[in-house]
T-cell receptor, first 113, second 116 residues
Framework: AQSVTQPDIHITVSEGASLELRCNYS??????LFWYVQSPGQGLQLLLK??????LVQGIKGFEAEFKRSQSSFNLRKPSVHWSDAAEYFC???????????FGKGTTLSVSS | GAGVSQSPSNKVTEKGKDVELRCDPI?????LYWYRQSLGQGLEFLIY????????KSGLPSDRFSAERTGGSVSTLTIQRTQQEDSAVYLC??????????????FGPGTRLLVL
């Protein structure tokens, strides 16, 4: 069955430190991969997506993610975290033939000063 | 409007009552999705409409849940005989055209449903 695992429920990072949020997926072929962010009281916003090609993708707000086929992973990174990055982050996969996304359970990011 | 809108933003109901949740997609978007966000469960797909095609209902958890989309635009998610486990945030999203996963889905702010 298709699934997405985000192993870390909650992460705390100091402001200015680097960040890596982990995402592993289970899917028969290479799916489309996404990272969304949900800030308190706001809707989900797409950070970045991967379909094919270069395995390192750049997104908004200084985020990037790297697709590693051998590890079935799509980890999200940011070199320097800002307090405004505190939010919940969701990794998702989407079969190319079907629009519905399969989401992980999310990772809550807290940023300490 | 500029984005996906949902109403009401909050809904409190009693167990056994029916509720209707509304979604207005972005103008021109032909694909529309409903998801449910429950505490500890993350986001779960419920149903997906693409143009005039039959909806993909594979994510609906029971026959108490149904949805319709009128005129290819506004959608209503109906939950009959609500149960406490239906308490969640119901999110609607829309995408531009084909409805395939490559299309970016734009999410609304959600309707927070509480069943007492």
């Amino acid at each position: 069955a298709q699934s997405v695992t985000q192993p870390d429920i909650h992460i705390t990072v100091s402001e200015g430190a680097s960040l890596e949020l982990r995402c592993n997926y289970s899917y028969g072929a290479t799916p489309y991969l996404f990272w969304y962010v949900q800030s308190p009281g706001q809707g989900l916003q797409l950070l970045l997506k991967y379909f094919s090609g270069d395995t390192l993708v750049q997104g908004i707000k200084g985020f990037e993610a790297e697709f590693k086929r051998s590890q079935s992973s799509f980890n999200l990174r940011k070199p320097s975290v800002h307090w405004s990055d505190a939010a919940e982050y969701f990794c998702a996969v989407g079969p190319p033939y079907r629009g519905a996304l399969i989401f992980g359970k999310g990772t809550t990011l807290s940023v300490s000063s | 409007g500029a984005g996906v809108s949902q109403s009401p933003s909050n809904k409190v109901t009693e167990k056994g009552k029916d509720v209707e949740l509304r979604c207005d997609p972005i103008s021109g978007h032909t694909a529309l999705y409903w998801y449910r966000q429950s505490l500890g469960q993350g986001l779960e797909f419920l149903i997906y409409f693409q143009g005039n095609s039959a909806p993909d209902k594979s994510g609906l958890p029971s026959d108490r849940f149904s949805a319709e989309r009128t005129g290819g635009s506004v959608s209503t998610l109906t939950i009959q005989r609500t149960q406490q486990e239906d308490s969640a945030v119901y999110l609607c999203a829309s995408s531009l055209s084909t409805g395939g996963a490559q299309e970016t889905q734009y999410f609304g702010p959600g309707t927070r449903l509480l069943v007492l």
